[in-house]
């Protein structure tokens, strides 16, 4: 895969900033990679985390903002669209900001994409965009069908990639059990029984990095084990969750799964199952 000139939604994220330290690592990489998002605290960090890397480029916007999202796409060739607006409990309660974000602001992407010419675009979606039953998955749903709908147009060519949590990525479970378990605050668990996707930031950079190469017409899916929430807990450290009281179980909410699907015949409840030893191990590179 060859990108020259690389923009990046949401390029401050947890994935933003891997997948740019990996694009800077290769041989071929990019004359140019344009951070695009909306923090300027962020962005500040992000600059002095790289060294103030002449490579990078920073831009202050949001994705809900077509004009200034086609200025930041001039000269560019491959755009990664990764800003989203992610927090399902937050969506339950302000579900028309993550249209604003999630949906509309896709389409800005597309139309700015296709003003700008740029050459491709792959979407980051997420397993919630399966069978939805949360604005959160509604949004990520809707994107998904714009973006490969927008194949149908002459000139830039779209792809999605759909895949669960990547493990320690900011505001997923790992970091937040990790703090609770330090603070000795006692951890937070819907349901024991919860199974989800192990996925790493590897794998997800991996398969986004595939996507852009392939360019496929369908969403590019991978097939992951998974792991029960209650064993990773204990391979985080609880010997026994429920007895020894560091979990505090609460009602799995309205807009929450027990199995996350990826499509037809790929669910975490039917997925290889991690043991605890292999949590234990997988832990230590996150």
Known sequence: MTMNSVLVTGGTGSFGQAFIRHLLRQNNCPNRICIFSRGEHAQAAMRATFNNDPRLRFFIGDVRDRNRLTRAM????????AAALKRIEVGAYNPSEM???NVLGTMNVIDAALDAEVQK??????DKAYQPISPYGQSKALAESLILAANQMHGTRFAVTRYGNVAGSAGSVIPLWRKALAERTGLTITDPDCTR?????????????MAASLMPDYPLI????????GDLAIAMGVADAEIAGHLRQTQLPAWEKQHESMESGNCSADARRMSVEELMEALKDV
């Not at 001039?74 to 669209?81: K, L, N, P, Y």
């Open 197 to 209: 996707f192990w996925m790493t930031m590897g794998q997800a950079i991996s398969l986004v990095t």
């Open 74 to 81: 001039e000269g560019v060739d491959t755009v990664i669209h």
């Open 222 to 229: 991978p097939h992951l084990p998974a792991y029960r929430l």
């Open 99 to 101: 249209v604003a974000t």
């Open 121 to 126: 675009v792959v979407y980051l979606s997420s």
